[in-house]
């Protein structure tokens, strides 16, 4: 069993800053591909950030030039930069575990608060 833990989640004002943390109790952390997803109430669950495995990152659109993710492998971490915040930004932040062969796992998720 796996479990994923977010961290770092809070209520900020827009144009703030806030790193996520999601930390995996899997060893060999290294070979797995980790994602950052997102839901506002109402919502679906959206794809936010990607980091593989080789360290190659990719973000959806709205949120390309304010987020960066990054992974530190000897800590089985894996973080969420988030500048320059607004409120569509606000939502529930999920990290997912994940490699091509259908293996998964999903954190608990951490509350984003972004006021205007």
């Known amino acids: 069993q796996v479990q994923l833990v977010e961290s770092g989640g809070g209520l900020v004002q827009a144009g703030g800053s806030l790193r996520l943390s999601c930390t995996a109790s899997r060893s060999r952390f290294s070979v797995y591909d980790m994602g950052w997803y997102r839901q506002a109430p109402g919502n679906p669950r959206e794809w936010v950030a990607t980091i593989t495995s080789g360290g190659i990152t990719n973000y959806t659109d709205s949120v390309k030039g304010r987020f960066s993710v990054a992974r530190d492998n000897g800590k089985n971490t894996v973080y969420l930069q988030m500048n320059s915040l607004k409120p569509e930004d606000t939502a529930v932040y999920y990290c997912?575990?994940?490699?091509?062969?259908?293996?998964?796992?999903w954190g608990r998720g951490t509350q984003v608060t972004v006021s205007s």
């Open positions: 997912r575990m994940f490699q091509i062969s259908g293996f998964e796992y």
